[in-house]
């Protein structure tokens, strides 16, 4: 048999583990998401020709190039004001952990981000009502008034059930099952 295939198989997964790296989580919150007016690109070039055989003279030819890609889609000004928009929305989230924080302020990694949210209040969600109950508990609570004989699921007081069932006392021996004689055959036979 011919094991060269799987020997080279065995040799790229090895050298594929030797040389990956591993894949990190990148935060892209505040990135510019690819964003790009345009490319400007200046180039040289030198070319040499040999023309002309009988006199043996070369001729060069040196250029200059200037090159500029425009790329299609939105406008320029228009995408760096969405970018400036997704970053301030972002720094709005996240500005009242670090104001709330201030062992961040003398930390000297976190400058930039500290002067970016000095100042930016975080505002509170005021639409809960005054009992903190959601709308989820009203209505279970008006529910629980129309129909008082209902128990339901996740009541804080569990009331005792009408069941006529009760717990036999401590120390109560269980009768043992009956067993009708067809078990009965089948466990002799076992």
Same mark, same amino acid.
């Given at each position: 048999m011919d094991y060269r295939?799987?020997? !080279?198989?065995?040799?790229? !997964?090895?050298? *594929?583990?030797?040389?990956? =790296? /591993?894949? %990190? /989580?990148k935060n892209e919150y505040l990135n $510019? %998401?690819?964003?790009? +007016?345009?490319? #400007?690109?200046?180039?040289?070039? @030198?070319?040499?020709?040999d023309y002309n055989y009988s006199e043996s003279s070369t001729h060069e030819q040196q250029y200059l190039r200037f090159t500029y890609r425009k790329y299609l889609?939105?406008? +320029?000004?228009?995408?760096?004001?969405? &970018? @400036?928009?997704? @970053?301030? !929305? $972002?720094?709005?989230? #996240?500005?009242?952990r670090v104001n709330s924080n201030p062992s961040l302020a003398y930390n000297s990694n976190f400058d930039l981000l500290v002067a970016k949210c000095?100042? &930016?209040? /975080?505002?509170?969600?005021?639409?809960?009502?005054?009992? *903190?109950?959601?709308?989820?508990? &009203? *209505?279970?609570?008006? %529910?629980? =008034? $129309?129909? /008082?004989d209902i128990q339901l699921m996740g009541d804080k007081f569990i009331k005792p059930s009408k069941s006529k069932l009760k717990m036999p006392p401590k120390g109560y021996i269980m009768p043992l099952p009956k067993v009708d004689d067809e078990e009965a055959a089948w466990n002799e036979i076992e």
């Open positions: 295939f799987t020997a !080279l198989l065995i040799i790229m !997964l090895c050298a *594929l583990t030797f040389f990956a =790296k /591993p894949a %990190y /989580p $510019e %998401y690819g964003v790009r +007016c345009g490319e #400007m690109e200046i180039s040289t070039e @030198q070319r040499d020709t889609g939105t406008d +320029c000004k228009t995408s760096k004001e969405n &970018v @400036q928009i997704k @970053q301030q !929305l $972002e720094l709005m989230k #996240m500005c009242g000095r100042g &930016v209040t /975080p505002s509170r969600d005021n639409t809960r009502p005054d009992d *903190l109950k959601s709308h989820w508990d &009203v *209505l279970k609570d008006e %529910y629980k =008034k $129309e129909n /008082p």
